[in-house]
């Protein structure tokens, strides 16, 4: 429509406006000039402007990509050798490239973590709340802080802990002759996690794990996934998968898989060895271990979420065996505020054992309080006084314990 | 002193053409001059079009081996031409924020005969181009392509490698805008 429409007269071009802007706007372009012509010399000083200032330009551009190049190789070696400072570590390794050493022999200081333990860390609450029941449960030298169990994932209320500093500890890999034979499968599906979960700190590395053995624990119907952001999802395993029923490749795997989150401390590398493998180990001799390292790893990256899914649908009949699970899926149901499903899982740590177990008496004491039974709390409060008499952070448990009186 | 000869009297027509030309040099002789017309219609009396035919001439030696002819030879180098001005007056804007009015051409001494009517002249066109500032780029120059060098509408849709209806449309808008700011302007008394 607008093609057969003849252009509108120019405003220079009518001296009969009405519009007094439209008339103003016509007279000011009459009286503009037209540009002169430029004269042949400021042509040719032009011309020679160009010429002197081409090399020059391009002299620049090659000085800054060298310099960019340079910069760029100096930042990878810096990262490399892991001596970046701080804030360029974090723009650097957003998502390292595989495995990274926490310690570098060659320069002997220590190594940031990847970002996933970073972050799990730098969630980790440090300071109980006052009003709080004494949660707050240092590490003792039989049981390190920041580990399965060990109550840091008990949200606001169990979770508080003295220290940052994650303690890693290894554990033993089970000796084939020794491994137990697999359990049952009688996995039941997964109830709904709430969102509440999903924000509480992350625990990182099992301690207990090394005194469990003989697992009855059912192998779940569906291996966690592994994280989308892990490189090891990159990684193509040129292994070939494991005969059903190998014991000695299962161990293989579980001891790659290990080494990968405790020497290597790349969580995302051993749920990637675990999912790969994950139906072979699910019918060897290793379920139980398998899922050790499975939650073990979930949890130093942070996804609470789906290990509380996971140990829900377990079935974690022998208590003996599956303390340490027990203990962690009732610190996940407390911090998810489940506390009558977490107090069962307390209960039946506690029943089972005589010596009672630290994060057990504490997570029940935490449940007992929040369900309205004072009384309850109390008496293990003062249990646990009576059988950690020892631990050196007790002071400060005391001093907590007194907001209860 | 010559006379200049008015804008609407002169022939107004931009060589249209496909073919890149074949070395810059040839390129500098054949179009430095309508690049300096094309700066100064965009830019205003206060542009300095020594330093933009500079700029736009050495972002061709740059680029004129990687033209391909996909547009006109022309249009390419209106673009430049276009971006340089567009940088060239934010950098004299900032300039004339820093150093306040002081800078302004519209204010210089005249060595005219009449100052007092060349000083008005100056300003009355300081003035068309502040309302030509407060206007989005396109309509900007499609406005100063049509109003102040002259071209059709069609010269404009050619040179600019849009479709006419585009550009009736854009100039439409543009003539609107511009003749409200222009009398915001006037009313306020500013230069």
């Known amino acids: ?321 599956s303390r340490s699970l027990l203990v962690t899926r009732g610190e996940l149901r407390a911090s998810a505020n489940r506390c009558a499903d977490a107090l069962g899982d307390f209960n039946l740590v506690l029943a089972r054992s005589k010596q009672a177990d630290r994060q057990a008496l504490l997570g029940r004491s935490v449940c007992r309080k929040k369900l309205g039974d004072s009384a309850g709390a109390q008496t293990d409060i003062e249990r646990y006084r009576r059988e950690f008499a020892t631990d050196p952070r007790l002071s400060d448990l005391e001093r907590q314990a007194g907001v209860l009186k | 002193m010559d006379t200049p000869m008015p804008v609407f009297m002169q022939a107004t027509v931009v060589p249209a053409t496909f073919s890149p030309p074949a070395s810059f040099q040839e390129a500098y002789r054949d179009h430095a001059q309508t690049v300096a017309r094309w700066a100064r219609q965009l830019g205003g009396s206060d542009m300095d079009v020594e330093d933009v035919v500079q700029e736009v001439f050495l972002v061709v030696s740059r680029r004129l081996s990687s033209f391909r002819g996909d547009a006109r030879f022309t249009s390419w180098l209106f673009e430049i031409t276009r971006k340089i001005v567009a940088n060239h007056r934010r950098r004299q804007r900032w300039r004339f924020w820093r150093a306040g009015n002081e800078a302004s051409l519209a204010s210089a001494p005249s060595d005219l005969p009449d100052p007092a009517a060349e000083l008005e002249r100056r300003r009355a066109i300081a003035r068309f181009y502040r309302a030509l500032d407060q206007l989005p780029g396109k309509y900007r120059t499609v406005l100063v392509l049509y109003e102040i060098e002259g071209l059709s509408t069609q010269a404009i849709a050619d040179l600019r490698e849009l479709k006419l209806s585009t550009v009736k449309v854009q100039l439409a808008r543009a003539r609107v805008r511009f003749l409200k700011h222009y009398q915001e302007l006037m009313k306020r008394g500013k230069p």
């Open chain 1, 1 to 321: 429509m607008n093609d057969l429409l003849p252009d509108p007269p120019r405003w220079k071009e009518r001296f009969d406006q009405t519009h007094v802007a439209e008339r103003e706007a016509g007279r000011v372009i009459r009286v503009m000039r037209a540009p002169e012509p430029l004269p042949a010399a400021q042509l040719v000083r032009i011309a020679a402007r160009i010429r002197v200032e081409r090399p020059r330009r391009r002299t620049f551009w090659l000085a800054a990509t060298a310099a960019l190049l340079l910069g760029g190789a100096t930042v990878a070696s810096a990262a490399h050798l892991n001596v970046l400072p701080g804030w360029l570590t974090r723009i650097v390794r957003l998502q390292p490239a595989g495995p990274v050493p926490h310690k570098h022999a060659s320069l002997g200081r220590p190594t940031r973590m990847p970002a996933a333990e970073a972050a799990a860390v730098a969630n980790a609450p440090t300071v109980p709340k006052a009003n709080a029941l004494p949660a707050a449960i240092p590490s003792t030298p039989e049981q390190p802080a920041g580990t399965i169990g060990d109550g840091d994932s008990m949200g606001s209320d169990l979770a508080p802990l003295p220290s940052r500093k994650v303690v890693r500890k290894a554990i033993e890999v089970v000796p084939v002759e020794n491994a137990p034979r697999m359990p049952a499968r009688d996995a039941r599906p997964s109830p709904p996690i709430p969102s509440s979960l999903e924000p509480a700190p992350a625990v990182t590395m099992p301690s207990e794990a090394q005194r469990v053995r003989g697992a009855q624990v059912a192998w779940l119907e569906k291996p966690a996934q592994p994280d989308p952001a892990s490189p090891a999802r990159m990684v193509e395993d040129p292994r070939p998968a494991l005969e059903a029923g190998s014991a000695q490749g299962a161990a293989k795997v579980l001891s790659e898989a290990i080494h990968a989150l405790r020497v290597e401390h790349s969580p995302g590398t051993a749920l990637f060895l675990l999912d790969r493998h994950g139906t072979q180990l699910g019918k060897s001799a290793f379920a139980h271990e398998a899922l050790l390292l499975r939650v073990e790893a979930m949890l130093a990256l942070g996804r609470k979420g789906e290990v509380l899914r996971l140990l829900d649908g377990a079935a974690l009949t022998d208590v003996a065996a």
